[in-house]
């Protein structure tokens, strides 16, 4: 079965960090492009960021433009989110999530969220 | 950045009646890269349809997309009690951005 599990997620001190972990199973990771995406308390989906499936290109939204960093290893068949500087309006599930196909396409598997909680 | 608005924000009907849901863009989105979700309380996104109008894998053909350029639809042509959930669109023409999301709920 094709499944992403995330993991590392956590409550956080403004300012602080955390390194989100993506790990898949039942497909061939290092072929597809994978994304990051959040959904604060009681609000819609966001975009954060997107990685190609060698690692050369990322793709970040500019609200996270600068403290955040996708980067993967796909001999891991892992994709991580380090989230640094952390703010208050971060607060969100963190969902990662795969392309239907290359270069980019709708998003056909997702996992099942990590929760991230900023708060003093 | 590409905008997507939905309309209505809910919907109120009954099981077995017609939904139809709108989600405008800001731009045209060439090859209608477009795309349809469902999310119930507590869960991920589930895909239902991609390149506008191609239903995903394992999904009942009660749901359809229409559309082209800034204009799409989804469709469910009679609603069962498990479609009860929020819809949202997203766009992968430019990056990537979701609608604000369409709440259907039971009247």
């Known amino acids: 079965e094709v499944q992403l599990l995330e993991s590392g997620g956590g409550l956080v001190q403004p300012g602080g960090s955390l390194r989100l972990s993506c790990a898949a199973s039942g497909f061939t990771s290092s072929s597809s492009v994978i994304s990051w995406l959040r959904q604060a308390p009681g609000k819609g989906l966001e975009w954060v960021s997107t990685?190609?499936?060698?690692?050369?290109?990322?793709y970040y939204a500019d609200s996270v433009q600068g403290r955040f960093s996708i980067s993967r290893d796909n001999s891991k068949n892992t994709v991580y989110l380090q989230v640094n500087s952390l703010r208050i309006e971060d607060t969100a599930v963190y969902y990662c999530?795969?392309?239907?196909?290359?270069?980019?396409?709708?998003?056909?598997?997702w996992g099942q969220g990590t929760v991230v909680t900023v708060s003093s | 950045e590409i905008v997507l608005t939905q309309s209505p924000g809910t919907l109120s009907l009954s099981p077995g009646e017609r939904a139809t849901l709108s989600c405008r863009a800001s731009q045209s989105l060439s090859s209608s890269n477009l795309a349809w979700y469902q999310q119930k309380a507590g869960q991920a996104p589930r895909l239902l349809i991609y390149?506008?109008?191609s239903r995903a894998t394992g999904i009942p053909d009660r749901f359809s997309g229409t559309g082209s350029g800034t204009d799409f639809t989804l469709i469910i042509s009679r609603l069962e009690p498990e479609d009860f959930a929020v819809y949202y669109c997203q766009q992968y023409h430019n990056f990537r951005t979701f609608g604000q999301g369409t709440e259907v709920e039971i009247k």
């Open positions: 999530a795969k392309d239907r196909s290359n270069p980019y396409d709708a998003f056909d598997v």
């Open positions: 390149g506008a109008s």
């Open positions: 990685i190609d499936p060698i690692g050369d290109r990322t």
